[in-house]
Nanobody, 122 residues
Framework: QVQLVESGGGLVQAGGSLRLSCAAS????????MGWYRQAPGNQRDLVAR???????NYADSVKGRFTISRDNAKNTVSLQMNSLKPEDSAIYFC????????????????WGQGTQVTVSS
């Protein structure tokens, strides 16, 4: 019954910015790691950025210095601020949250958002 909803994708010119958000809802006991992934046509789904429950972050080399991942634990939300966008950033972006639930039994599962399209024009 946990659901993730993404927002913030769109069409932007090279050099522009977008901010993606991903909010989880449902019977959530704890959110562990959070991350953003992207998949371009014909490619695998690749990690863009992740953030641990303790706030440690890491980024793909291709986005380092341009993208910033953050989390709001009170709102079960992970965000991705994307600056200085390039055409090669164009992809469908998916968020992932590792979530612990305790009803009826304790379980830990990966949950994925529906994906949001980011298109960067030259």
């Amino acid at each position: 019954q946990v659901q993730l909803v993404e927002s913030g994708g769109g069409l932007v010119q090279a050099g522009g910015s977008l901010r993606l958000s991903c909010a989880a809802s449902g019977s959530i006991y704890r959110v562990n790691d959070m991350g953003w992934y992207r998949q371009a046509p014909g490619n695998q789904r690749d990690l863009v950025a992740r953030i641990t429950s303790g706030g440690t972050t890491n980024y793909a080399d291709s986005v380092k210095g341009r993208f910033t991942i953050s989390r709001d634990n009170a709102k079960n939300t992970v965000s991705l601020q994307m600056n200085s966008l390039k055409p090669e950033d164009s992809a469908i972006y998916f968020c992932k949250q590792v979530i612990t639930t305790i009803a009826p039994l304790m379980r830990v599962n990966d949950y994925w958002g529906q994906g949001t399209q980011v298109t960067v024009s030259s």
